[in-house]
């Protein structure tokens, strides 16, 4: 068993700050790429931020200079860090991790956390 398990979200003003946690927990062998995802209503999920074990990033460029993702790889935790947020980053969020799971290769997904940014 496997579980993601996101913190963090709620509703804030446009251009306030959010900070999400992401923990993995379980049967983890190693995680490799740690990310967010993203889905406003109506609209499919994209990403948002990736990051690896060794800490390369990659930011969608809608979120650039605004989110930073960071992580713990000693307690298999990311975080996203969201500043100057906008109506338009209203979705849910979800946290994914990629790596070997049970012995085999693998992703997991979290059970995602609202984000509301009131205009």
């Known amino acids: 068993q496997v579980q993601l398990v996101e913190s963090g979200g709620g509703l804030v003003q446009a251009g306030g700050s959010l900070r999400l946690s992401c923990a993995a927990s379980g049967s983890i062998r190693s995680i490799t790429t740690m990310g967010w995802y993203r889905q406003a209503p109506g609209k499919q999920r994209e990403m948002v931020t990736t990051i690896t074990s060794g800490g390369s990033t990659n930011y969608a460029d809608s979120v650039k200079g605004r989110f930073t993702i960071s992580r713990d790889n000693t307690k298999n935790t990311v975080f996203l860090q969201m500043n100057s947020l906008k109506p338009d980053d209203t979705a849910v969020y979800y946290c994914?991790?990629?790596?070997?799971?049970?012995?085999?290769?693998?992703?997991?997904w979290g059970q995602g956390t609202q984000v509301t940014v009131s205009s």
């Open positions: 994914k991790a990629e790596g070997v799971f049970f012995g085999s290769w693998g992703n997991y």
